[in-house]
């Protein structure tokens, strides 16, 4: 599901079905939801299988995903226009994701959330993942948890700030960001992270890495990026692995 204008929101479940046609096989329900804003995503999967062990070709996974695309265009009064610069987004997330019960054969239990950046149609950049399966510790960009999160056997829940750092752009010519979210379990498993990956704030450097603290930013969507609270008007929105559109309007915010 895409749209010129938001928010846009879209919940899907299954009711149990059967995993399989032996005695014993199991079921299998889940939901997957997700909403997307210029700014802010949200995206949670739910699954769970019944009593039963499902069978070695039996599907049981839930994923969620939203994603939202810009276009942005910076310049200062104290930069030259066409000249290099370099931008850094930041981004806070935070939420749970749960695989609890006891290791054992036939139970699976994953589940796995990721924040992905791609700025002016280069490669996907990971920002953020997190990850826990059941019977072990929770992991946050395959390391161990940073402050802000909190682990135990299959359970990490928390939140922090992120940083995807010095992307190259142009003062005055326009660039494409697109920012994405996924929700993923398998197995029985929850990951929720429903209205909580935000981009919060950009930090613009000129050609030698130096700080531009003044500076004007048009976005195509209308969002306000140098503010705290984003203020989406017109954006590109993608949910659920359908297509993209492209957004219009042009309004200008200042950082002074």
Not at 207 to 232: K, Q, R
């Amino acid at each position: 599901m895409s749209a010129a204008t938001g928010p846009l929101g879209l919940s899907k479940s299954v009711a149990p079905v059967s995993l399989g046609t032996s005695p014993g096989s199991g079921t299998f329900e889940g939901t997957a939801q997700s909403v997307a804003n210029c700014g802010r995503l949200g995206a949670m999967a739910h699954a769970f299988i019944g009593t039963g062990r499902p069978g070695g070709n039996s599907m049981f996974q839930s994923i969620a995903v939203a994603k939202f695309s810009d276009t942005l265009t910076a310049t200062g009064p104290l930069v030259a226009a066409a000249s290099a610069g370099f931008v850094s987004y930041q981004f806070s997330i935070d939420g749970s994701l749960t695989a609890l019960g006891a290791p054992e054969a036939f139970y699976f239990g994953e589940t796995y959330m990721a924040l992905d950046l791609q700025h002016q149609g280069g490669p996907t950049y990971q920002v953020v993942n997190a990850t826990v399966r059941r019977g072990g510790i929770g992991t946050v960009s395959n390391r161990p948890p940073p402050a802000g999160w909190t682990t135990s056997e299959g359970s990490l829940i928390g939140g922090s700030t992120v940083f995807a750092l010095d992307f190259p752009m142009v003062w005055g010519q326009a660039w494409d960001v697109g920012v994405g979210l996924v929700a993923w379990a398998y197995g029985t498993a929850d990951s929720n992270f429903l209205s909580t990956a935000k981009l919060t704030g950009l930090t613009l450097h000129d050609a030698n890495h130096n700080l531009v603290s003044e500076f004007s930013l048009n976005a195509a969507s209308g969002t306000n990026y140098v503010s705290a609270v984003p203020e989406p008007q017109t954006w590109a929105l993608w949910l659920l692995g359908l297509a993209l559109l492209g957004g219009r309007g042009a309004h200008r915010f200042s950082r002074r």
